[in-house]
């Protein structure tokens, strides 16, 4: 059974940064294709950053890093500069089979982690 487990998310002033993990258990992270996306209140899922399974990367936000440690099965998911507008609920998904960024290309979601920018 594939798991996945996001964690990083918190309070943060405007301007700040995170770090968001995205854990994966019960599988190789080495063969899934990893993505992040958000849910603000009252909007649509939104994709944020993917990366696939040989390492490339595609972002859909300037002040966002991607990047994964298979080593670890984890991937995280940098993000600088926060403005109160990237406050969200941020998933992270694995898929063994796309290697693309469409929301309905990954099988397994986590449930989530909240990030809130405010002062």
């Known amino acids: 059974q594939v798991q996945v487990v996001e964690s990083g998310g918190g309070l943060v002033q405007p301007g700040g940064s995170l770090r968001l993990s995205c854990k994966v258990s019960g599988a190789r992270l080495a063969d899934y294709a990893i993505g992040w996306f958000r849910q603000a209140p009252g909007k649509e899922r939104e994709r944020v950053s993917c990366?696939?399974?040989?390492g490339g990367s595609v972002h859909f936000e300037d002040s966002v890093s991607i990047s994964r440690d298979n080593a670890k099965n984890t991937v995280y998911l940098q993000i600088t500069g926060l403005k109160p507008s990237d406050t969200a609920v941020y998933y992270c998904?694995?898929?063994?089979?796309?290697?693309?960024?469409?929301?309905?290309?990954?099988?397994?979601w986590g449930q989530g982690t909240q990030v809130t920018v405010s002062s």
């Open positions: 998904a694995a898929d063994p089979t796309h290697d693309s960024c469409g929301l309905a290309d990954y099988e397994y």
């Open positions: 990366i696939s399974v040989s």
